[in-house]
């Protein structure tokens, strides 16, 4: 296994700050703003930009996070048992300008099925995308509003984020060469 670190700790701290000033200048500012962080590292992601946005604009921004589990569409290749965990979002999002929060971009299909839990807990005014990374190679037609890095990949790359919150290791981003 060939692995190259693409960013470190200091790298996303500035890609979370930079993400966090592009929000606030696309919205006018953080009111009606709730982020919502993917299950996993989405929700560290979505914490740490929740930080910023305060450093910026000296106010606080609700954050909850979204487990997509049963909307995965390879939900059938997952296993007999899928693990589906708490999705808690403090705040209605009924009218609200809902920032989804992942940590890499890549088929499309993780926002997609984010889209479709948020669509069963309320309806916002409108749904912004915050990465990390993207990757590349799309199968569905989503983009992201805000990116921390645009990393092209080969199909037989995979881009691997740690996070001291989740995984209990220093912050990086590595590529894993020679693995799907």
């Given amino acids: 296994m060939n692995t190259r670190q693409l ?9 979370m700050t930079r993400i966090a000033h592009q929000i606030v200048e696309r919205n006018a500012g953080i009111g009606g703003l709730v982020l919502v962080g993917i299950r996993r590292r989405g929700l560290p992601l979505a914490h740490r930009i929740a ?15 979204l ?6 569409d390879d939900l059938s290749l997952r296993g007999p048992a899928p693990i589906v965990h708490a999705t808690s979002i403090p705040i209605d999002i009924t009218d609200r300008t809902v920032i989804l929060v992942d940590d890499v971009l890549y088929t499309g299909r993780t926002a997609r099925a984010a889209l479709d839990a948020l669509s069963d807990i309320g309806r916002p005014a409108r749904v912004q995308l915050a990465v990390l990374i993207d990757r590349g190679h799309r199968e569905l037609p989503i983009h992201a509003d805000y990116v921390g890095r645009i990393i092209p990949t080969a199909r037989d790359e995979r881009i691997e984020t740690l996070l001291t919150e989740v995984d209990q290791t220093e912050d990086r981003v590595i590529l894993v060469r020679g693995e799907a």
């Fill in 51 to 65: 930080a910023a946005l305060h450093e910026i604009e000296r106010g606080s921004i609700a954050v909850g996070v």
């Fill in 67 to 72: 487990d997509i589990t049963l909307y995965r």
């Fill in 7 to 15: 960013l470190d700790r200091e790298d996303i701290r500035r890609a």
